[in-house]
């Protein structure tokens, strides 16, 4: 039974962690979208990375993964 119970959480953690991938990889693609934009737009596209790396770092936090730094234009 507890192995099934590891198994479980493993499968939760890697999941976790592809999503984490996932967001981090969309916030940068966006970073590097705004720097081709007028400012009033570029400034959207970089909260809207910032708010996708908080939500990847609150999944790092909530699921035990390793914590990565946030992107300095973050901060």
Do not use: C, K
Request: charged residues 25%; proline residues 1%; hydrophobic residues 45%.
């Amino acid at each position: 039974m507890d192995t099934a119970r590891h198994t479980t959480q493993d499968a939760t953690e890697a999941a976790a962690s592809r999503e984490v991938a996932g967001l981090r990889s969309r916030a940068t693609s966006l970073r590097h979208q705004a720097d081709a934009l007028d400012d009033v737009l570029a400034v959207t596209y970089r909260r809207r990375a910032s708010e996708l790396e908080m939500e990847a770092w609150i999944l790092e936090v909530q699921f035990g993964l390793t914590v990565t730094e946030a992107h300095p234009s973050a901060a």
